[in-house]
């Protein structure tokens, strides 16, 4: 019996993409293939910042799932300033209703928001990765595919998706509290899709408070880890030069993200003249440089170099103020690794109470100090940490429990 069809539709796909909802999209879809035919629908972009078609147009096949790329449209970046700068008051006026805590209840006499709903279409229109060659096939193909399913609401693929297949389409939206939820064509977009997975609980409240009558059928779907293997630790230390004893940070270094956390770290230090830990940042460097004889900068690792990195820390960091899941705090509690996150960020706290505290949360520079003083002082609070951290791991984002949400949401529809 030939099986069914099932199509994600993501911006960006392949061997040499990093990106959360690249690869949330791929640990999801390779783990389909033994039961459905599995395609990935993305464009030919292989750089976020310039949206350049790079990959050729057509059909590949990797790890069995068929990938097809669309080129997009050419990039129109003033038409999309211009345009984007025009729908704004639709996204800040949602915003304000939100923070009133109305804009759920006002969902009931407005569910489907067209407040300059036809400015945002055409910033969306003007957008790196706006494909109408992407657009055209979903719609021509609709009958093909028992499923598609979207990725990431910030993207305009997750827009047309909707548009073209919302009685077929499984959202996976992977949620924040920024501006960009509050566009008024998401809650037509939301309005046609059959069921929404969420990553947390955090997430899902969210969307329930911005969208309201606007959002269909949904639940916790979420992802599971990957655990690739690790790299020889003694070559992995001599090559990036590692301390014995860090506080790491794994991600993309930029102000936006670790700012804070340069100027906690090295108050800490200053503090705490006793503490031997230095600060091991990961990840490409998107900043100017930020020079500290307690601060390590690595660059880009392998997924193995990365694992013995982390396998060896005393302490991860996730500064962020906005996550729908954190994929790092979870491969750092499957490692039985203690936590220290961004209070401000209500999924990472979330994730804090839900392991009864395998991780500490801060919400300023006393609470970063004394936390982390806290775990650096005490092996026994480490060790305890991390077995809650593995047991939050095993009970509530194991691949099997996981990809059984995913295939119950399919043969929904």
Not at 7 to 29: D, P, S, T, W
Not at 202 to 219: M, V
Request: charged content about 25%.
């Amino acid at each position: 019996m030939k099986k069914e069809k099932v199509a994600f539709v993501v911006v960006r796909y392949g061997k040499n993409i990093n990106g959360g909802a690249e690869y949330h999209c791929q640990m999801l879809a390779e783990r389909l293939v033994s039961d459905y035919e599995v395609e990935v629908l993305t464009t030919c972009v292989r750089d976020v910042a310039t949206g350049e078609n790079i990959y050729p147009e057509g059909e590949e096949e990797w790890n069995g799932v068929v990938i097809r790329r669309f080129r997009t449209n050419p990039v129109q970046r003033e038409k999309e300033r211009y345009f984007a700068k025009k729908a704004k008051p639709a996204r800040k006026l949602r915003q304000f209703l939100f923070k009133l805590g109305i804009l759920k209840y006002l969902s009931y006499l407005i569910p489907v928001w067209t407040y300059k709903n036809d400015d945002e279409v055409q910033a969306m229109k003007s957008d790196k990765f706006y494909s109408s060659t992407l657009n055209d096939y979903i719609r021509d193909h609709i009958d093909e595919y028992k499923a598609f399913i979207a990725m990431s609401s910030d993207y305009v693929t997750f827009y047309y998706t909707a548009l073209y297949a919302g009685s077929k389409t499984i959202a996976i939206p992977t949620m924040h509290n920024m501006g960009i939820s509050f566009r008024s064509v998401l809650t037509y977009a939301f309005s046609k899709i059959f069921y929404v997975g969420f990553n947390t609980g955090e997430e899902q409240k969210l969307a329930e408070n911005i969208l309201g009558k606007a959002l269909g059928p949904h639940g916790i779907l979420s992802v599971g880890i990957e655990e690739p293997l690790s790299a020889d630790w003694e070559a992995t230390k001599s090559k990036f030069q590692l301390p014995d004893e860090y506080l790491l940070y794994i991600g993309r270094i930029t102000p936006k993200k670790i700012h804070c956390l340069l100027s906690y770290f090295v108050n800490y230090k200053k503090k705490y003249s006793d503490s031997s830990l230095k600060l091991v940042l990961v990840g490409g460097l998107a900043m100017e440089r930020f020079e500290h004889p307690d601060i390590v900068y690595t660059g880009f690792v392998s997924d193995e170099e990365k694992m013995s990195i982390l396998q060896h820390a005393e302490v991860v960091v996730n500064p962020s103020r906005y996550e729908s899941l954190s994929l790092i705090l979870l491969e750092a509690m499957n490692q039985k690794k203690p936590m220290l996150v961004n209070g401000h960020c209500k999924v990472l706290k979330e994730h804090c109470l839900k392991s009864d505290f395998a991780s500490f949360y801060y919400l300023n520079g006393s609470d970063f100090n004394r936390a982390l003083y806290r775990i650096e002082q005490s092996e026994a609070l480490r060790r305890e940490m991390g077995e809650k951290g593995k047991l939050y791991v095993e009970e509530n984002y194991s691949w099997p429990l996981i990809i059984g949400r995913l295939r119950k949401a399919i043969e929904l529809n």
